[in-house]
């Protein structure tokens, strides 16, 4: 069974940089899929930010890709989120997740909520 | 504004059949890609119920059957029950944009 486990810190103030980072577990991130980070404000719905594979090669998101970079470390077997200049808005419960292109995200991490400080 | 589109909400009453309705394009849906399905209930992650057309994750029940035709694909559950409660979304892979899509959910209510 994969694990995938977020974590960081809860509250990031406005203008920062949030920092999260994904622990994966009983599964090898080498052995292929791509791993998402995926966001959920308050009430709202699901938004992909962007999928990295084990070798380095990224998608982000079109509204996100000035903001975002995503970084993997095969050593410590983990996936890490950086999103620049936080606003309000960036606000939300933020989840990890095992996908690929033409596959759906089968395991995902329980969330972390981030709070921006205004 | 997601780029698959899913009707707000959805009720029926226990015993009834729902059907939740995802609209996409030529570059997502449409293509090879298919629109997979996920149930979210407050406080939890989501959680896969039926993926490539038509697989059913284990224990979902057959209750639960997805389909697809042309540039929209639906979620179909029959005899509703009252755990059947929750928001549902669509979701897919866009060849264009390079990007895995969401619908905006559903949020499904049984009366």
Known sequence: ?118 | QSVLTQPPSVSGAPGQRVLISCTGSYSNIGTVNDAHWYKQIPGAAPKLIIYTKRDRSLGVPDRFSASKSGTSASLAITGLQPEDEGDYYCQSYDTTLNAWVFGGGTRLTVL
């Open chain 1, 1 to 118: 069974q994969v694990q995938l486990q977020e974590s960081g810190p809860g509250l990031v103030k406005a203008s920062e940089t949030l920092f999260l980072t994904c622990l994966v577990s009983d599964y090898s991130i080498t052995s292929g899929y791509y791993w998402a980070w995926i966001r959920q404000p308050p009430g709202k719905g699901l938004e992909w930010i962007g999928s990295i594979y084990h070798t380095g090669r990224t998608y982000y998101s079109p509204a996100l890709k000035s903001r975002v970079t995503i970084s993997v470390d095969t050593s410590k077997n983990q996936f890490s989120l950086r999103l620049t200049s936080v606003i309000a808005a960036d606000s939300a419960v933020y989840y990890c997740a095992r996908g690929q292109q033409w596959l759906p995200f089968d395991y995902w991490g329980q969330g972390s909520q981030v709070t921006v400080s205004t």
